[in-house]
């Protein structure tokens, strides 16, 4: 299949702006619950009514320091309350928030900022200030910069008593659809960053289209009310959509600045959120963490067998929901009964134990992991999308769930598969272009078709797999083509390692750098009673290289002969952003690893 198109379910096109939801819920459910906020450690609701109230006072204030109507803002910060503050305020008053990454090199704020004609910012904390302040000099349209943990929210409603609300309203009505909502810069994994120019409509459309197609995730069981714990970025395209789809739904929404287990599962376990969203690696963790805790009980034999249970049945569902199986046997489902409390009871609490529903994007997830989390009660709905598309294009719908794809077309798009096998999108959450640059968008914009950059087929029932990145094609000097994607999942699917990033340009054969993993190779020597050791220590470790080897094994059985890793060399540092081996949303940037790890690159072939 070539081409396949899901009609829309969301009908018309819609009025007004973002903000306008907040204020109009707050008219019709003063008292409903719509956000959580952590203070001093403890929860706390906030209504409707409460949420307008100190959007429409930071509107004011914003108005009375001198943000005007189309002004473009930055917001640099993680994940917190304030951040939906802003963009509400913001978007209330017709302007455009433009995010940044709270790891942003000088470099990399400078160039946004300027890009993007920024007149103020909003940062955190003092170091964020310092690193705004450090290229001021080169920005001469910003005036303002305000700080989060200086109390920078307070002045500015303090400033904004004295204009009338009116003002605010007259200004939030004057945004159509097709304004300028907010510029989102893209990663860089290829080169400087491009803002992407994303509109009211665009966001409007795939929030409602999500939360109508999606219903089952965006509402909860009797007696409970439907919430997520955001611990996306904000400064992702993902991580926006999330809380413009939860504030137009009615969800409950909590923030949670940090990924770390140590931080994220207590306030898991604290919200208890009824759904969540994340990328595959929330996913593989939390199910590394069962699978060691299993190991340090002495169960490990038991929960090993849990896994193949919940995957056969999530199997045997799947099969029987596309018509191709009767769906679990009787013994099957006895078997899968007797794993829950002992196993998958415990899973789903590790995530608060209310969630039963999950979506997955940023990057692909193993089709076994799905299939495990399916088999302990969490349906994963993995979908895929880019900045360019506002989040998600496509999305595995509930009740037709097929794991390892990103599922068919969402409601009103077309997916279309080029000659060559790029993935092109057509819809109306594809973006106008990129700012200030003509050329990158006709690059990518041919007659409203978005060329992704992205390879893929469609199965016979119009859903898409991504089977690599056209500019990430490995060719060997005997000419094979590998797609790398495939191959370093699965390597990175063994508990020991982190990352893994194949190399093979115009070298005889495939190869791969190896990271590892340490809190699995903390556990790991635990378990064998070896005293702790750092990754300096264990590089050309005997028994670590085999178990590496092993996961290389593993992953070679996907490919054919001509395709498969040939050789590999265990790193002891990590791909991490601050050695600029990562994109602020951890992509790997391939030029830069293979540029840093030269020498061990060349000792993987023979001179």
Not at 216 to 231: D, M, N, W, Y
Not at 260 to 287: H, I, M, N, Q, W
Not at 408 to 416: E, L, M, R
Not at 479 to 488: D, F, N, R
């Amino acid at each position: 299949m070539r081409e396949f198109t899901v009609p829309p379910v969301v009908s018309g096109s819609p009025a007004g702006g973002l903000a306008d939801v907040v204020f109009e819920r707050a008219e019709r459910d003063p008292d409903r619950v719509v956000l959580g906020r952590k203070t001093a450690g403890v929860w706390r609701d906030v209504t409707s009514a409460e949420l307008a109230g100190e959007v429409l006072a930071l509107a004011k204030g914003l108005l009375a320091q001198g943000v005007r109507f189309g002004d473009r803002v930055a917001v640099m910060a993680r994940t917190r309350y304030e951040w939906t503050l802003f963009d509400f305020a913001l978007w209330a008053v017709g302007a455009q928030p433009v995010p940044v990454y709270p790891t942003s090199s000088a470099e990399q704020v400078h160039w946004i900022l300027y890009d993007s004609s920024c007149t103020a910012c909003v940062v955190e904390d003092e170091d964020q200030a310092m690193t705004v302040g450090s290229v001021i000099e080169g920005l001469p349209q910003l005036r303002l910069l305000w700080q989060l943990d200086a109390g920078a929210v307070a002045e500015l409603v303090a400033a904004g008593r004295g204009v009338d609300e009116d003002v605010v309203h007259g200004h939030r009505r004057a945004v159509t659809p097709e304004a300028v909502a907010t510029v989102i810069y893209t990663s860089g994994t290829t080169g400087r960053p491009k803002g992407c120019v994303l509109t009211h409509e665009n966001f409007m459309f795939e929030a409602d289209t999500l939360v109508s197609r999606w219903e089952s995730v965006f509402r909860a069981g009797p007696g409970e009310q439907p919430s997520t714990l955001l611990f996306l970025p904000l400064a992702h395209v993902f991580g926006r959509m999330v809380e413009v789809a939860a504030v137009r739904a009615g969800v409950k929404l909590g923030h949670q600045p940090a990924l770390a287990a140590s931080e994220l599962l207590p306030d898991l376990a604290a919200f208890r959120p009824t759904f969540v969203l994340g990328v595959p690696y929330v996913f593989e963790k939390v199910f590394a963490a069962a699978r060691r805790a299993a190991e340090a009980e002495g169960r490990t034999g038991p929960f090993d067998r849990a896994v193949e249970t919940a995957v056969r049945y999530a199997e045997a569902r799947e099969q029987k929901a596309f018509g191709t199986g009767p769906g679990p046997s009787a013994a099957l489902r006895m078997e899968h009964q007797l794993f829950e409390k002992l196993v998958y009871g415990k899973v789903r609490e590790a995530l608060g134990g209310r969630v039963r529903h999950a979506m997955s994007g940023g990057s692909a997830m193993s089709r076994r992991l799905g299939l495990f989390f399916d088999g302990a009660g969490i349906t994963v709905f993995e979908g895929y999308g880019l900045t360019e598309s506002c989040a998600a294009a496509t999305a595995n719908p509930p009740g037709a769930v097929k794991y390892g794809t990103v599922g068919p077309p969402i409601p009103g798009t077309t997916v279309h598969i080029a000659e060559d096998g790029e993935v092109w999108l057509y819809g109306r959450h594809v973006f106008s272009g990129y700012l200030g640059d003509p050329g990158a968008t006709r690059d990518v914009l041919r007659e409203g078709w978005l060329a992704t950059g992205d390879l893929g087929r469609l199965d016979g029932d119009g859903y898409l797999t991504i089977t690599g990145r056209k500019k990430e094609i490995l060719v060997t000097s005997n000419g094979k083509s590998v797609a790398p994607a495939a191959l370093e999942e699965r390597v990175r699917s063994h508990p020991l390692v982190s990352q893994c990033v194949l190399v093979g340009n115009d070298r005889p054969f495939v190869a791969a750098l190896v990271t590892l993993d340490m809190e699995g190779i903390a556990h790991w020597l635990s378990m064998r009673g070896l005293a702790q050791r750092a990754a300096e220590q264990l590089v050309g470790d005997p028994a670590l290289t085999a178990e590496v080897r092993r996961a290389v094994v593993a992953a070679n059985t996907l490919v054919s002969q001509a395709e498969q890793i040939r050789a590999f060399r265990v790193l002891a540092g990590q791909f991490t952003e601050e050695r600029g081996l990562l994109t602020p949303s951890l992509k790997l940037k391939r030029r830069a690893i293979e540029k840093a790890y030269a020498r061990e690159i060349a000792g993987l072939y023979p001179s």
